[in-house]
């Protein structure tokens, strides 16, 4: 697979959207996923206050994010747990290969953590001589094939059955063609890579500041085999994931899976309140807690854009966004995609490389409408647009801006862009006036050619 950027968003969503078989396979997918939560949801009483409940415990959450984060560091340690800080990703890379080399990793078993996905920690690690295994399964396929996740909660959402049984065959020489079989033939490939396992690595979905713990949420038990066989853990958190209390760790668990998967609970649920304490028969003997900032504590300053990170990563709007729907996630160029993950790399990668991001959006207002944190898509959208606008400075855009308030002038300008229109393309060619481009469509289909305004008229004399 070529390697996909976000700078090159554009082209690859114009590329991924003429794929039928990918889009045959999201749709099925994300339908499943809808229908799932949809009848969940109906089902959960009193959903609207449980959903407010959620929103207060994340807004809250980022209002005291600093008192917060140092209180979790006293509690955790108090725990037995060791606290480490990243700036950055290359910071947070350097501390895990470092734990890995002082504890002696060889084998290192992962659960599915977008966190690890976004610093690019295997490579670091496998540079570093460990052996890193996911063992989430859709990130166990990915991994084989070689490819980033394409959703962030069902990385292997993009490939069939199909494809699955032809990578195992390829890539384990094992052979199964239903999906239990092909689960199990992963299961037994994993199991073994639990046992030999020196160090595993999760991420977490939240940590609650009262009492030091990490809570990681998962359907499939690896992340349990992962934190509890080797004998070191280390989670690495980027620092909106805090919480203040347990009870607010416990409204958002009663949102969470039935967002995400439509289940009431998700089978597996584990509280990690510091290593395995004496007279304890399991558990990792040391746990390391890497809290992440990577651009997230600038972004608090923002009173619009830091809404954005009070999300919990449930992945519904994804599946309800008619783009995903449509590109999937690679072609997003980053390992968030869909609505959160285009506003999420927007604000969290360099400006230059996502500047066609929010541009992908039609603004239809799904994902909000999906949204159970209240997240405004849309909103957040038009400000990042803004933002682009506002860096790109094209002074067309300003002179559209300014006559879009003054209706005289604007008719004037539009009579005479009309007379210009068929040289206005040669125009863009000229130096200097390549900003123009942008309000030039040269695709425009012949009826549309009639002024809007004319065409209103019109429509109000048929109706009269
Ligand atoms: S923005 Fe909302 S719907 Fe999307 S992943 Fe986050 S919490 Fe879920």
């Known amino acids: 697979m070529k390697e996909m950027t976000t700078r090159d968003f554009r082209n690859q969503s114009a590329e991924a959207s003429h794929n039928a078989t990918l889009r045959a396979v999201l749709t099925h997918a ?11 949801l109906d089902a ?42 990243a700036a950055d990703a290359a910071e947070a890379r350097a501390l895990i290969t470092g734990i890995a080399q002082a504890v002696g990793a060889r084998v290192i078993v992962k659960g ?7 610093i690019a920690l295997n490579p670091a690690l496998e540079a570093a001589g460990a052996e890193v295994w996911e063992t989430d399964l859709g990130e166990f396929i990915v991994q084989l094939a070689k490819e980033p996740p394409s959703h962030i909660i069902a990385p292997a959402i993009h490939k069939s059955r199909q494809d699955v049984a032809e990578l195992f065959a390829e890539k384990l020489n094992l052979h199964g063609q239903s999906i239990p079989e092909l689960t199990l033939l992963a299961r037994q490939a994993l199991r073994e890579k639990f046992l030999a396992a020196d160090m595993g690595i999760t991420g977490a979905n939240m940590a609650v500041a009262q009492t030091g713990s990490v809570i990681l949420v998962e359907n499939e038990g690896n992340i349990r085999m992962s934190t509890t066989c080797p004998p070191v853990h280390v989670a ?21 899976p039935r967002s995400a998967t439509g289940q009431k609970m998700s089978s597996y649920v584990s509280v990690l309140t510091g290593p395995r304490k004496q007279g304890e028969t399991d558990g990792a003997r040391e746990m390391h807690l890497v809290i992440l900032d990577n651009g997230r504590s600038g972004l608090l300053a923002d009173p619009v854009l830091r809404e954005a990170l009070a999300c919990f990563r449930c992945g519904a709007c994804l599946n309800s966004c008619p783009v995903y729907q449509t590109i999937g996630g690679h072609a997003y160029g980053s390992v968030y995609s869909g609505p959160i993950g285009t506003l999420l790399s927007s604000l969290l990668l360099p400006p230059d490389q996502t500047r066609d991001l929010p541009y992908g959006c039609t603004l239809c207002g799904a994902c909000a409408r999906t949204c159970p944190l209240g997240i405004n898509h849309p909103k957040l959208m038009l400000a990042l647009r803004q933002r682009v606008a506002g860096e790109r400075a094209n002074p067309f855009a300003a002179a559209h801006s300014m006559l879009a308030r003054h209706p005289l002038a604007y008719r004037f300008a539009a009579t ?39 065409r209103g008229r019109a429509a109000k004399k048929e109706q009269k």
């Open 30 to 40: 994300t339908g499943y996923f809808m229908g799932k939560r949809a009848a969940s």
């Open 416 to 454: 005479a862009a009309r007379a210009l229109d068929p040289h206005l393309e040669l125009l863009t060619r000229l130096p200097g006036m390549s900003g123009l481009a942008e309000f030039v469509d040269s695709r425009q289909p012949p009826e549309l050619k009639k002024p809007f305004s004319a």
């Open 44 to 85: 959960f009483p009193g959903r609207d206050e449980h959903f407010a409940r959620a929103r207060a415990a994340r807004l809250n959450a980022l209002s005291r994010l600093p008192e917060l984060l140092e209180e979790l560091e006293r509690n955790a340690t108090a725990a037995g747990t060791q606290v480490h800080w």
């Open 236 to 256: 690495l958190m980027s620092l909106e994931k805090v919480v203040a209390t347990l009870e607010d760790a416990a409204d958002l668990l009663r949102v969470l």
């Open 112 to 118: 599915k953590s977008m966190v690890t996905e976004e």
